[in-house]
């Protein structure tokens, strides 16, 4: 077997094979890398194009989602609102008629009850019929309107219950206006059974001690009874006073301390005094003089004046003070009650108690004033003048007298208002004289006591104050 010999291959011949080989292999190769990259690039935007549509078909698909899941939801919350509103309108139709239903009882209203219990009943299954929706999630398919009707529904029954409670407080009212007129029926009957019992002490029917008394037969007993009335008729006046002051809203501590400066008073009812002092000062000033304030008027002789004053009072003493006024405008005993009222009542005063001072002028005109507290006034100044006229029809004359402030306390000429003030042992020394309330007198030798409030020296006033206190 013969062998096979390899053929020469000169140099120039290998170079060529071997550039021709390179060159048929890179053209291969480019070739397949161009397509390959071409193929890979499309190959690569179409996934995209892929991935893109996906994409975009995916957030469309979550966005609907979204949109389908709120209004679902808002869908429900409404729905649940709508519940809710029928609820309370149905609470509320329930309140107005338990309310009808309790106001239909009292007093007895056989068709309101029963109105009453039907809307009871009625709304009680409407309830019943909310509560089987909720546990069955059945809803009211429109429920914007469903919300407006339970609260136009609400609002009746708000409105209902409103009116049951203002016909039970317009039942209440009435109930205490007819209380008030009762009160005020019982309230007048004891201010008439006051007054009668006020008429039966104060009326010149009290002085029938007097009668057919002869004026020798005139005893220091007589005055003390006409002085009692007197005293008594002043401290009506104080009371009038008082009542105005609180009535025109007057501070009575300023008053009273206007009138009597630098006491301590135990209680504080005994600022009264100091108003009852100041009066008994005015209608008792000048009481010494015959003529009593009366100016420019002619008295009888020493010998004849006696009897003169004697028969004043009897004149007098059995008559109302406003009838002897209206009969006698001219008389001493009208010039008097005018000379003590302006004297008396200050311009301010009345004023600011009656708002104008038609009394006032009315008095300055000559006329009296028929008013409650002109008439009050006069009564009293009628029972000083009797006094005065009973002073000079004795014999011997009674005198007045009062204490200063300031004096130690004797009981023989003294009668104290405030006994209480004794009862405290921190007391060391005798009270002194705060003023004098009422004044006394001398018939003779006998003495009528004084009337006068006691107190202690700041200090010691304090120590009672606090004692009271504790």
Not at 327 to 354: D, G, I, N, Q, T
Request: aromatic fraction near 10%; glycine fraction near 4%; charged fraction near 25%.
């Amino acid at each position: 077997m013969e062998s096979v010999k390899p053929v020469a291959v000169t140099p120039r011949k290998k170079l060529a094979r071997s550039f021709a080989k390179v060159l048929h292999v890179k053209a291969l190769i480019g070739i397949a890398s161009v397509d390959g990259l071409k193929n890979v690039i499309s190959d690569a935007n179409l996934k995209d194009e892929g991935n893109m549509g996906k994409s975009n078909k995916s957030s469309l698909n979550w966005s609907e989602s979204f949109v389908e899941d709120d209004d679902e939801e808002l869908q429900e919350r409404k729905a649940n609102e709508a519940l809710l509103a029928k609820l309370f309108a149905s609470i509320s139709i329930v309140k107005g008629a338990y309310a009808e239903l309790q106001y239909s009882q009292s007093p007895f209203d056989p068709d309101g009850i029963e109105a009453a219990d039907q809307l009871l009943v009625s709304e009680l299954k409407n309830l019943s019929e909310l509560k089987q929706c909720f546990l069955k999630k059945q809803f009211d398919p429109s429920p914007e309107t469903a919300i407006l009707e339970a609260e136009s529904k609400e609002l009746q029954g708000v409105i209902k219950t409103y009116e049951i409670m203002g016909k039970k407080l317009e039942s209440q009212v009435r109930l205490k206006d007819s209380e008030v007129i009762f009160l005020r029926e019982k309230l007048e009957e004891a201010n008439k059974r006051n007054k009668a019992i006020e008429r039966r002490l104060n009326q010149s029917g009290q002085l029938a001690v007097l009668d057919n008394v002869h004026i020798s037969g005139l005893s220091p007993s007589h005055f003390i009874s006409v002085l009692r009335h007197a005293v008594r008729s002043i401290r009506n006046f104080v009371r009038v006073i008082v009542d105005e002051m609180r009535s025109a809203d007057w501070d009575v501590d300023a008053a009273v301390n206007a009138i009597e400066q630098n006491v301590v008073y135990l209680a504080e009812d005994h600022k009264c005094f100091a108003i009852e002092a100041f009066v008994c000062r005015e209608m008792f000033d000048a009481f010494h003089f015959p003529n009593f304030s009366v100016s420019k008027e002619s008295l009888p002789d020493r010998s004849k004046r006696q009897q003169w004053f004697y028969g004043r009072f009897n004149e007098m003493k059995s008559m109302k003070a406003k009838d002897f006024l209206a009969e006698k405008p001219r008389s001493s005993f009208a010039k008097f009650c005018r000379v003590k009222y302006l004297k008396l009542v200050h311009p301010k005063m009345e004023s600011s108690f009656f708002g104008n001072m038609s009394q006032r002028n009315l008095v300055n005109a000559g006329e009296f004033p028929d008013t409650a507290f002109f008439t009050s006034f006069a009564e009293m100044a009628k029972r000083v003048w009797l006094l005065h006229c009973l002073a000079f029809s004795l014999e011997p004359q009674a005198s007045i007298f009062q204490v200063g402030k300031g004096c130690r306390f004797s009981d023989v000429y003294m009668e104290s208002v405030n006994d209480e003030i004794f009862l405290y042992s921190e007391v060391e020394s005798d009270p002194q004289v705060a003023f004098t309330v009422v004044p006394g007198f001398r018939i003779g030798k006998t003495v009528i006591q004084c009337q006068v409030y006691l107190s202690q020296h700041q200090s010691k006033a304090k120590k009672i104050t606090s004692t009271k206190q504790r």
